[in-house]
């Protein structure tokens, strides 16, 4: 059973940083593209970012560009998620998807989400 | 960038009855549209995918068409489980985009 845990988040002061991890089982990691989605309080989705299964490519939403970055560790079936200078605006529910093939942009597992609070 | 948009916000369907949703794109998509369903407190499911096919373990009753710029999704006999949100999502031009939802509620 293909399971996606995420942790990590917290309430944060604006201009802080946060690190979000996913812990991944039942499939093979390393052999998925791996995507980070996010959903503000009762509203809708978001794309934020995604690495490739070797972590070589990376790619980011333009809201978030130059301030996150994304990476895994296949050693240890994880992926991660480092925030920095953080907004009121990325207040939201983080969630790790697994995609569906390659890097088809479809996303076919989630994890439950962690919340990220940016407030002071 | 692709702006999509889904029609109704909100469709109120008695069950056992069909429903109907609609997403458009602002421009072509080809078939590279997906569908997710989330219920209240759940990470969203994927149900379809590629327009047309469904995803691994998504009853018959949901079926997917359309492509371009027009997209439907429709739930044939709506069961009690069905009441939820509904997103399209393109990927076929940068950045992956999804509507903004059409809640499915009980009429």
């Known amino acids: 059973e293909v399971q996606l845990v995420e942790s990590g988040g917290v309430v944060v002061q604006p201009g802080g940083s946060l690190r979000l991890s996913c812990a991944a089982s039942?499939?093979?990691?390393?052999?998925?593209?791996m995507h980070w989605v996010r959903q503000a309080p009762g509203k809708g989705l978001e794309w934020v970012s995604l690495?490739?299964?070797?972590?070589?490519?990376?790619y980011y939403a333009d809201s978030v560009k130059g301030r996150f970055t994304i990476s895994r560790d296949n050693s240890k079936n994880s992926l991660y998620l480092q925030m920095n200078s953080l907004r009121t605006e990325d207040t939201a529910l983080y969630y790790c998807?697994?995609?569906?093939?390659?890097?088809?942009?479809?996303?076919?597992?989630w994890g439950q989400g962690t919340l990220v609070t940016v407030s002071s | 960038e692709i702006v999509m948009t889904q029609s109704p916000a909100t469709l109120s369907v008695s069950p056992g009855e069909r429903a109907t949703l609609s997403c458009r794109a602002s421009q072509s998509v080809s078939s590279n549209l997906a569908w997710y369903q989330q219920k209240p407190g759940q990470a969203p499911r994927l149900l379809i995918y590629?327009?047309?096919t469904r995803a691994t373990g998504i009853p018959a009753r949901f079926s997917g068409s359309g492509s371009g710029t027009e997209f439907t999704l429709t739930i044939s006999s709506l069961q009690s489980e069905d009441f939820a949100i509904y997103y399209c999502?393109?990927?076929?031009?940068?950045?992956?985009?999804f509507g903004q939802g059409t809640k499915l509620e009980i009429k």
């Open positions: 999502q393109q990927y076929n031009n940068w950045p992956p985009r």
């Open positions: 590629s327009a047309s």
């Open positions: 690495i490739s299964w070797d972590g070589v490519s990376t």
């Open positions: 998807a697994k995609d569906l093939v390659g890097a088809s942009y479809y996303f076919d597992y």
């Open positions: 039942g499939f093979t990691f390393d052999d998925y593209t």
